[in-house]
């Protein structure tokens, strides 16, 4: 779509930072179910899925017709409305660590505003995340680890212009899946630490036995609040996200993607005496935090939220991702093995990413030795043969995808590493 005065009106013709090369960009027109159309018409197979929220498919019936049914009683109001009751109480059912729920729009409010509750709470301003750990867009999650500083490595400076330097001051960077380095790194800082802040599976990592125990035993020795970003985790591994299949309660936790069923809404859900800080007219001990916005808790979303969770819990649908994930994986390594390329997949299945070279790679600095180039060829090869990816990404699945939709990708797949190689990518 042209400015009058012919330039793309949309900036970057992108919606955020992913952008597909010219070479195979496109323009959705439609989905359903685990497939996507362009304007022209073309078919793809879809393993972005909306970058996780749509589990059940493009257009599922059940989240269609909840939409369509809030939509004609309203679309939004800003008071308290009774679909925001519903999934606040279903999110305290099925979430461990939820006493209470506060809703806002997108996971990176979720995530920032659960260090500002932790920070309120604690009454102090540092926090910790790990290196390669991605919490959303905000200036607080938005750093990244200053490299060359010796002693200092745990310093962070801003991945983006924009940001005030004044930032990275308050947030300290831990190095994922080494319990005693991050302990050995807060100890002297340990009175300063309002929250540490972790995705259960961080990326394509799994926590290491004894990681995510280790950190809750941590935050309690230091007085800092633990905040689980389960933006992904949430309602995938299981009903209860990274914090029941892992067996660790944190203090917080940041909800999106799957909770608004597609449509823009999330939340932070964790302890009553926390989340309590928010409600208006409090009284002022200097801890209540404003947590506020047009479109928290809106009805539409609420509704394709609880239609979601309804399909999500009468179907089983972690144990199915998951499954459905084992084989798309083996199918994968199949294939470069017949190829003798070398080649894993990490994550969790349900959300795995593949990855060019050997394992182990457990975190953001083994990755970073893997054939980052060929990961990321390999993906734009998969969308030139009909495949949707983010190239380089995590694969997401819903219980649409069937074993046609593998095939076809594992057909796809094979050929892309095929290309990747006569392209000299895997020397
Ligand atoms: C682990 C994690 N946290 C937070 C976010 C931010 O969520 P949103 O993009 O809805 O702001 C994302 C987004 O991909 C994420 O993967």
Redesign the pocket.
């Given at each position: 779509m042209k400015h009058p005065t012919g330039a793309i009106a949309l900036a970057g013709n992108c919606l955020?930072m992913f952008k597909l090369p010219e070479e195979v960009a496109f323009t959705i027109a439609r989905g359903a179910g685990a497939r996507i159309w362009d304007t022209e018409g073309r078919e793809f197979y879809d393993y972005v899925m909306g970058?996780?929220p749509m589990a059940l498919g493009h257009a599922h019936p059940r989240v269609v017709a909840a939409i369509c049914e809030q939509a004609a009683r309203g679309t939004h109001y800003y008071h308290v409305n009774e679909r925001a009751q519903q999934l606040a109480e279903r999110v305290c059912r099925l979430v461990p660590c939820a006493e209470s729920v506060k809703f806002c729009s997108?996971?990176?409010?979720?995530?920032f505003y659960a260090l500002r509750l932790a920070r309120a709470f604690t009454r102090r301003s540092k926090i910790v995340k790990f290196n390669g750990?991605?919490?959303?867009?905000h200036d607080y999650?938005k750093q990244v680890l200053k490299t060359g500083h010796g002693v200092n490595d745990h310093q962070s400076i801003p991945e983006s212009a924009g940001i005030p330097p004044e930032i990275s001051a308050t947030v300290v960077i831990a190095p994922y899946n080494d319990i005693e380095g991050t302990r050995r790194l807060l100890a002297p800082i340990a009175t300063e630490i309002a929250a540490i802040i972790v995705?259960p599976v961080?990326?394509g990592f799994m926590p290491a036995p004894g990681f995510l125990d280790g950190l809750r035993v941590l935050a309690d020795g230091i007085g800092a609040l633990l905040v689980f970003?389960?933006?992904?985790?949430g309602f995938r591994l299981a009903l209860g996200g990274g914090q029941e299949m892992f067996g660790v309660t944190p203090d917080l936790c940041?909800l999106?993607?799957i909770l608004g069923g597609g449509l823009?809404l999330?939340a932070v859900a964790g302890r009553r005496d926390v989340l309590e800080l928010t409600i208006p007219g409090r009284p002022d001990d200097g801890r209540s935090v404003s947590m506020t916005g047009t479109l928290n808790g809106n009805p539409l979303g609420c509704a394709a939220g609880l239609a979601t969770l309804d399909v999500i819990e009468e179907e089983g649908v972690p144990a199915i991702l998951r499954d459905k994930g084992l084989k798309l994986g083996a199918g994968l390594a199949d294939a470069a093995n017949k190829l003798s390329i070398p080649f894993l997949t990490i994550g969790a299945p349900a959300f795995q990413q593949v990855v060019f070279g050997e394992g182990p790679v457990d975190n953001a600095e083994a990755h970073s030795r893997t054939n980052l180039t060929a990961a990321r060829r390999f993906g734009i090869e998969l969308v030139r043969r009909g495949v949707l990816v983010v190239p380089g990404s995590k694969l997401y699945m819903s219980i649409a995808h069937d074993d046609s939709t593998h095939g076809a990708f594992l057909d796809a797949a094979t050929n892309a590493m095929r290309a990747i190689r006569d392209q000299g990518l895997l020397n």
């Open positions: 955020g970058s996780g997108d996971g990176s409010e979720a995530t750990a991605y919490h959303g867009h999650a995705e961080q990326r970003d389960e933006v992904v985790t940041a999106g993607k823009a999330a």
